[in-house]
């Protein structure tokens, strides 16, 4: 696969809205390790628990993409719903990039759920509409438009393409520490590239086989 950086357009394999779906089922496959009980589970006091990293990883996109879409001209008008919850505002929708007070807001445990959805099955669903709304987003903007410059900010992105970079490797993040917490619950994550657990994946690797 050919690699690219943020200051260029990347070749048509990786184009932005493959990546991201690409990412949301990385993310996705790693949280199948987890049951509804585990949703509040946290390693420590403080920290945040299952069901609110994934809610941190939604906050994010929302953050990412304040910064990128709503002051283009195509895009005014438009209407911002965050999936987070009910009365929960889009992050980031009046200063962009200029504000770190998200992190606050994102960090809260959100509950949410429904007598029909589990807290759990709510944040990822939220994910998911985020992550599918990101793909779409980025779909419509042409190579030229990922590197337009965008206005000085305090995470000292550049361009778009920056941006989606970032974004990408935000949710990446928080998936490798759910990674962690779902070890720590003696659960055994798969590998996110494809279905195969981690331990399936290590023996094939120790008798010389290859992932498929």
Known sequence: MTAHTPDAAPPPELESPVRIRAHKQFFRRTL?????QDAAFQPRPGMLSVVGHVHHVTAGLELFLAGVFPAMERFKGREWKSRRGEG??????GPGFTSMEWTKVSNENLSGGSDTESPLAFALRAFDE?????????????????LLPLPENPIRLRTPQEALEIMIDHTAHHRGALAQYARLLDREPKIPYF???EAMHEAQLLAGGHAP
């Open 32 to 36: 199948q390790a987890f049951q509804e």
């Open 88 to 93: 929960q505002a889009w992050l980031g929708l």
């Open 130 to 146: 985020t992550m599918d709304l990101a793909a779409e987003l980025y779909g419509q903007l042409s190579r030229e438009e990922l």
């Open 195 to 197: 279905e195969m657990s």
